[in-house]
């Protein structure tokens, strides 16, 4: 560690570098109702707008814009803040900045400029962000490419968090290293609590779009079905129909015939008669 290294702060390892730390200037209340407003009016005004463009939304669909739409604002402006001001968080006093402070006390690899976390931090930023607003332009549209998008979504989220656990469980269980504090807020709350909700409802979401596709594709096979066998019934309509046709010539030619019968008949009657009256 460099001798002029900075550790007065409240973050694990306590050794960490964080160079000009300052602590949060606001309180917690005040950072937490400051972010929760931002994010209720940003889904809130997505919803409306989203209700004004298809009235026939329903509820479930309602809900998953607002997942996504949540999604979309911590990945691209939540997070988007971490990956272009990660070197300046620890002086800073704007309101992500002091949110991102107080988050680090579950994580402190938010504070040191991790190498791991900007880069899965800023793939988060460049794919995850523009994909979940793609997936709430789809569900208000009802666009049969949502479900495949949700699904890359959700397997996304799911191993994004597996990495984010895996990489503090190996550092901790092989290195001895802990990021974050051990209080139940820091460790329980913060750390395992809010980032389980990215594993139960993008598994619930993911089980949705796997579930969707496969109702289609199995309606696309009984579509398959039905249309094999209007094909074979066309052309078995077809063969009767080819049938009845020779029926009918057959039946002409036997009309003609029985015509042509009858003219003989009455020939023969004819000639029989001749003699008849030559007599």
Request: hydrophobic share 45%; charged share 20%.
């Amino acid at each position: 560690m460099s001798p002029t290294a900075d550790t007065s702060h409240p973050y694990f390892p306590k050794d960490a570098l964080i160079p000009n730390y300052m602590p949060n200037t606001a309180s917690l209340e005040v950072i937490l109702r400051g972010f929760a407003g931002l994010i209720v009016v940003f889904i809130a005004s997505g919803l409306y707008v989203a209700k004004r463009i298809n009235p026939a939304l329903q509820i479930d669909e309602l809900a998953a814009v607002a997942w996504f739409l949540l999604c979309f604002f911590l990945h691209a402006f939540f997070e988007g803040y971490f990956v272009l001001y990660h070197n300046s968080l620890a002086a800073s006093q704007s309101l992500f900045a002091q949110l991102w402070k107080e988050y680090a006390l579950s994580d402190s690899r938010y504070m040191t400029s991790d190498p791991f976390m900007l880069c899965i931090e800023s793939l988060t930023v460049l794919l995850w962000a523009p994909l979940c607003f793609a997936i709430v332009i789809c569900i208000i549209d009802r666009n049969r490419m949502r479900y495949p998008l949700q699904i890359i979504m959700c397997v996304g989220h799911l191993f994004g968090v597996a990495l984010y656990y895996g990489t503090c469980f190996f550092e901790y269980r092989y290195r001895g290293i802990s990021h974050s504090r051990p209080e139940f807020l820091y460790y329980w709350v913060y750390y395992l609590g809010l980032n389980a909700a990215w594993v139960v409802l993008p598994a619930m979401y993911l089980f949705n779009g796997v579930w969707s596709v496969n109702s289609a594709m199995q309606q696309l096979d009984s579509l398959d079905s039905v249309t094999q066998l209007l094909t074979a019934t066309k052309k078995e309509v077809q063969l009767c129909y080819e049938r009845v046709e020779e029926a009918k010539k057959r039946i002409k030619q036997l009309k003609q015939r029985s015509t042509d019968l009858r003219k003989e008949l009455k020939g023969l009657e004819s000639e029989q008669k001749s003699p008849d009256t030559i007599s």
